[in-house]
């Protein structure tokens, strides 16, 4: 989501949305946690809107068992 918000040229967008991805990493990391990331090519990179974007996001479900952290598409 950070790419796609650089090229529209929404530069505080993308910032947010960086800095909120690096608080849940720390907030894991610093309880010991495990992240595990998706493939990359899983991944969607391009949105109708940046409303979209976040749609989506908020869609995106987070599965924790133990001390580990599985995003979920």
């Known amino acids: 989501m ?6 529209l040229s929404l ?3 993308a910032h947010w949305v960086r800095c909120q991805a690096h608080e849940v990493f720390d907030h894991i990391n610093d309880r010991d946690g495990k992240i ?3 493939d990359i090519k899983q991944l969607k990179t391009e949105w109708f809107s940046p409303l ?6 908020s869609g995106m ?3 924790s068992a133990g001390r ?3 995003w979920l598409p």
Do not use: Q
Not at 2 to 7: K, P, Q, T
Not at 52 to 57: I, L, P, W, Y
């Open 2 to 7: 950070v790419a796609y918000f650089h090229s």
């Open 11 to 13: 530069d505080g967008m």
């Open 36 to 38: 595990t990331l998706l």
């Open 52 to 57: 979209e974007a976040f749609k989506d996001a």
């Open 61 to 63: 479900s987070c599965s």
């Open 68 to 70: 580990s952290m599985i």
